[in-house]
């Protein structure tokens, strides 16, 4: 790490970095998703973590994986923010289509919509967090102009939606407004519901396998 992480960083960014983005455009996802993750600020999570965050009623920072994030560096939630100050950057959208079940390992991915404005004493949005992160010239790991980050434990109070996903088909989703009390149980009605996974691709699988064994070496993967 060649910089460091002062006081001075955190309020440059909870304030605002100057907004050079352009905004964002759906990257190739069906447009009926795209409209409702457009704008919005985003935590997504699988069937273990929503059990945990209900239980908690909080988004915390849980487990060991990422520990090399920036949003881990500042003791934060990490999001998705496609707001405005959200940027399009080059190869941006495959770092994060895994949030679409692959890192979650799961069938049904589950992405919470976040409150901004009740948020936003402890939220750095995606360009703010982009700034800092090249700021502070660190080696950890962002996704680019559409990471946010919440520092500190989340409320659930500030969940207003959901959105049930078909890992396999983004075409098939579910939205689902707050309150989310009982939203385990609508996610195993809707995956009870789908239709059985396609058979892999061979040489798919091949490059997905490897693609895990270098996600479970190397435990700072964002």
């Known amino acids: 790490m060649s910089g460091a992480i002062t006081a001075s960083h955190l309020l440059f960014s909870r304030q605002g970095a100057k907004r050079t983005g352009i905004g964002m455009q759906n990257p190739g996802l069906p447009n009926a998703l795209w409209q409702h993750l457009d704008g919005r600020l985003w935590h997504a999570t699988s069937y273990a973590g929503l059990k945990g965050i209900l239980a908690d009623g909080e988004i915390r920072v849980v487990g060991c994986r990422y520990t090399n994030s920036l949003a881990r560096l500042v003791d934060g939630i990490s999001l998705f923010d496609f ?88 075409g098939r989703f579910h939205h689902l407004a707050a309150p989310i009390d009982h939203l385990l149980e609508r996610l195993v009605e809707f995956e009870r519901a789908l239709p059985p996974p396609p058979r892999p691709n061979p040489v798919v699988q091949a490059l997905a396998d490897a693609w895990a064994r270098r996600s479970h070496h190397n435990t700072a993967t964002p």
């Open 83 to 170: 707001g405005p100050s959200a940027t399009l950057c080059d190869s941006q959208f495959s770092n994060w289509i895994g949030w679409f079940g692959r890192q979650q390992e799961c069938r049904v991915p589950i992405w919470l919509e976040i409150d901004r404005h009740s948020v936003a004493d402890n939220l750095i949005d995606a360009g703010a967090f982009y700034a800092l992160w090249r700021e502070c010239h660190l080696s950890s790991r962002v996704i680019p102009g559409v990471e946010a980050c919440h520092r500190g434990p989340l409320p659930t109070s500030a969940v207003t939606a959901a959105l049930l996903i078909d890992r396999y088909d983004h």
